[in-house]
């Protein structure tokens, strides 16, 4: 069984899981409508392994006896000044919650509930994962500024970066 405080930290993350779903969603078709579509399906599958990350969330507190709480969308931003702002605020954003989930496991040891610690254990390689990825598109994009033939390169290319880092990330 959960704790209330543990209860309400695992609902407020599955409002920023929730949150970088949506986030990553409008970058996606704000990426599409401009002619990046190989950004866009990197960003389509970002949002879809936040609802991931989400649902495992929900999943988990109903199981231990808690109750999740699917909050409210909140508005999204229509555009984006550029590819590279896109990807700086995807760094932003995995870096901060990756933060979150530090302080979720500190409430955890705080409540002296390992079983949920341990649950979030799989977070804590997924952020590395993720940030990892987000770093090594950034230094890719610092590379290209605004040089087109090279961010035409880049949206043709991106999903093989994606699976490079993951390799690297994860190395065999
Ligand atoms: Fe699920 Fe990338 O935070």
Redesign the pocket.
């Known amino acids: 069984m959960v704790s209330k405080k543990v209860e309400k930290a695992l609902n407020e993350q599955i409002e ?2 929730m949150a ?1 779903s949506q986030y990553y969603l409008s970058m996606a078709s704000w990426a599409e409508t401009k002619g990046f579509n190989g950004v866009a399906d990197f960003l389509y599958k970002q949002s879809d ?2 609802r991931g ?1 989400m649902l495992k969330l929900v999943k988990y507190i109903n199981e231990r006896g808690g109750q999740a709480l699917v909050p409210a969308l909140k508005g999204q931003p229509k555009s984006f000044k550029s590819l590279t702002f896109v990807f700086e605020e995807l760094l932003k954003h ?1 870096i901060s ?1 990756s933060k979150q989930i530090n302080e979720l496991i500190a409430i955890c040891l705080e409540e002296r509930d390992y079983t949920t610690q341990n649950f979030l254990q799989w ?1 804590v390689s ?2 590395i994962e ?1 940030e990892a990825l987000a770093r090594t598109i950034m230094d890719k994009m610092r590379l290209i500024g605004n040089d087109k033939g090279g961010l035409y390169l880049f949206d043709r290319d991106i999903s093989t970066i994606a699976v490079t880092s993951a390799a690297a990330a994860n190395p065999a």
């Open positions: 920023a899981e970088s392994e936040e990350h995995e919650v977070y997924e952020q993720e």
